[in-house]
């Protein structure tokens, strides 16, 4: 078999070096090919950071085995990881946070076990990076969360959990607030668990769970979320575990998947060679029993758990009054300690069972919907205008707009609504959401919202536009605080 490996920057070529070394000791049978990713693909001027040879070897073999990569700064260019990520639908990032003997920890001390799995959804979210200047006061960006997105990742947590023979799957969020967008995940959430009746499914508000997650790990089992909660939960998690330089990741697509760890370039310690190399191991682990090399696998986490258990370190863990190794000659420790077996959380050498590579050649984009339209009406609109005119001015100006199709509903600043009632306490930005809904509530259609628009347009700069569309009898929009 033969994976795309991109060894980064910082210390990535450092920390990939030593992972693959010790995939070489243990007889791995894998071929590497290298590509071209990273900081100084976008110095060459590659503005996605990669070059098309590298899209192509990644497209042709399926996998990615890739150590941190760095986002130049300042050139308005966007992270090759998220690129990555993102292109390649890779739509399920899953976190494994386990309690490492030989790590101390608050929680190992007091003998608390950490089995935590985190399934971050990752290609949506304000992940999208859509963001726009309204008015030079007012920045926005828009949070996409879509229901075959959702579903996409939410199946696979289920999946992998119920592999697992997890005791709990939790989704977090906030759909207390956020109660359409992450409404929306929720609901899927509940959805999928119809299929799964053997595991117990629940619920528990991002805030909530960062509390529980630091007072009661242990009553955890597989958590998922939309990603960027998932990105912040996931490194709470790895604080519990001994920090970022045990935190592998995985992202998952139905045809590419890419490992990495969750840690960045180190830009601190790089080139010194004395970089953790055991996030991107178990990463490396990970992509080993994704492609069914299980014996691998299990051989190299024993040595690695072992070494662990022996109070072996790199300079950024462990008992500070023991010499710290550099990268290299940890990962000749865990190569020296292959065969033996780890006190704890030994793993079970299960035969290779090497997965048959398949090349996928899509003929075209995958559409994903998982709903049809039914009985879809447009009620409204809500107009995004410039101003630094009081709530009530912008209304008797807006009122002369409405003409005979549409009635103004209400006028919010910040999500807040300021008229036709709301408080003086309010504190103002000159951005309004101006509300407009169908006169006597039958349907509008696009031409008289444009109506509407050219003729708001005589008064006010128009920053941007939603339609306020009814599924049914069900409103397809959120109500302002205090509507
Ligand atoms: P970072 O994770 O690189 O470093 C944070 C701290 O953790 C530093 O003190 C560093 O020395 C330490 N650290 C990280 N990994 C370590 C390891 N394996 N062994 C020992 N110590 C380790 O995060 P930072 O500084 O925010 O980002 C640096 C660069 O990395 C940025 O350009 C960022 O965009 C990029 N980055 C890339 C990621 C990826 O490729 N997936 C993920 C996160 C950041």
Known sequence: MKIAVAKGDGIGPEIMDAVLSIFKANNVPLEYETVDMGKWVFDKGFSNGMTPEAQLTIENLGILFKGPMETPKGKGVKSVNVTARKTWNTYANKRVFQT????????????????ITVVRENIEDTYGGIEHMLTHDVALSRRFITRPGSLQVIRYAFEMAKKKNARRITCGHKANIMKITDGLFLECFYEVAKDYPELKADDVIVDDLCMKLVTRPDTFDVVVLTNLQGDIVSDLCAGLVGGLGFAPSANIGDHICIFEAVHGTAPDIAGKNIA???ALLLSGIAMLRHLGLMENAAQIENALLYTLEQGVRTGDFGNKNQPALNTTQFAEAIIRNFGQQPALNA??????????????????????????????????????IESDEQPAVIAKKCQRHAGVKFNLINISNRGTQVWPTGSIYTNLVNQYNVRFESLDGSGLNQQDVLGLYVSLSGDFKICSSELLNMWGEKKAYSLAQGQ
């Not at 790590?103 to 950490?114: C, E, G, N, Q």
């Not at 050649?361 to 809500?382: A, F, Q």
């Open 347 to 384: 793993k079970e050498l299960l035969p290779n069972m090497p997965v048959t590579q398949t090349v996928f050649k899509l003929e075209k984009n995958p559409m994903l919907v998982s709903k049809e339209m039914e009985n879809e009406k447009i009620v409204g609109v809500d107009m995004f």
């Open 276 to 278: 953790n190399p055991t």
């Open 100 to 115: 490492l003997h030989g790590v101390d920890t608050v929680f190992s001390k007091a003998a608390i076990p950490i089995d």
